[in-house]
């Protein structure tokens, strides 16, 4: 099997699993919001984001160093996940103290801090998760992660409808979430044992203290890019309440299902370029160039469709007590690109040990992301938390292609950008003159997009070429 091959089978397992359980996510997601109203998704989307950026701390980046160390040399498998669980059992600790300490300090009702503790059961389990799913990828064997993935939505859809057609509250449907981490947990596990290595217990001085140091660049890395994604859905409750949070949280959680595209695609391509970085210079420049050409090729066309069809996608799947959302949608859709291709520079970034640049350039994205809402919220509510999002996006890659111009080569974005560009805005043309129902416009957006690329000759030989490999 070619390196293509491989990178496609992984993409193939991964993206087939995440686009069913995203399904299932998008399903409950739309329906839990009208079920909870604007004023209780805001308490829930709050809660998760609240403990997501807390939830970094229970494993600093140590599954990404595995994945990272154990696609090179398998061979010290054992020691890395023996170590690696019990340094994680002692930062699990402290996290769910961080959190019920600052949630208390911060005088939220009962209710809201009875949600964000079960929030943070759940994400200290999911990343003992994480860890298992680090030894699958490094493996390559993307299936066993896709299965959890599957699972972990599969639960939650039937806890949140099982939870609407009994008349749950907020609290309760963060039950369902912590039960479903537990037994998602419980599966990895399972694998682990059965397929890779037992997890066993080992404290081995020096190479904890190598494994903290390598983890923590990384670390501060993740949790500054989960505060950069989180830190305006905290703000907003802060600032403007719960309210406001649901309203940008109904068309955030859009963006975020889209965010499957880049997350798929360098899950699969990590291990591998993280092997070619040492091996065969070539390859990594190759799949660079390719990796930030298909994203953009793929993420233009959905900005430009979404801001056409951003009323419909609003009134269909929320209705109309989120009317407020197709602005905050309309905005927020225009982050896609750039994210897809910030979140890529960021896993090539890790591949080539640039994890102290990447720390930089994140924590400079994160303080302008901070500053810029502290003036916007006050004054535009959720409309200027999306605004800095699109700000922040756009700061953000223009900051890492310049310095990944610098150490692997520039490709002429410009040249890459002209005819997908075109070709998203004559289709999003089409879609606004015809008016047509949402499902038949997105069908002719696809058809219509991918025949002008053709037309204007926007892919190359060796593209299809990487196609045809993809395919067998």
Known sequence: MNTIQRIAKNIGVLSGSQLIGYLFAFIYTIYMARYLGADGYGILSFAIAFTTIFGILADLGLSTLAVR???????????????????KIVLSVFTLGMIALIINLLNYPQEVINVVYLFGLSVVLSSFSQMFYSIFQAHEKMEYQSLGNLLTNILIFVGIFYGISKGFDVLEFAIIYFITSLIVLVYNFIISVRRFVPPVLMFDKDFSKFLMKSAIPLSIVIIFSTMYVKIDTVLLSLLQGDVAVGWYNAAYRLIELLQFVPSVYTLAIFPVISNFHSSSKKDFEAIYRKSFKYLIILGLPIAAVTTVLADKIILILFQSGFLESIIALQILIWSVPFMFLSYTAAWIFISMNKQNLLLKLTF?????????????????????????????????ITLGYYFLSKYIGKIGIPGIVVKPAVASILVSLLIFKLNMGLAISIIISIISYFALLVLFKAFSKEDYEIFRNMIK
């Open 364 to 396: 400079v994205g994160l303080v302008l992301n901070i500053i810029l809402n502290l003036i916007l919220i006050p004054q535009f509510s959720y409309i200027g938390a999306s605004v800095v999002t699109v700000i922040t996006d756009v700061f953000g």
């Open 69 to 87: 160390e154990l696609s090179r040399d398998k061979s010290e498998i054992n020691r890395y996940v023996g170590n690696i669980i019990l340094i």
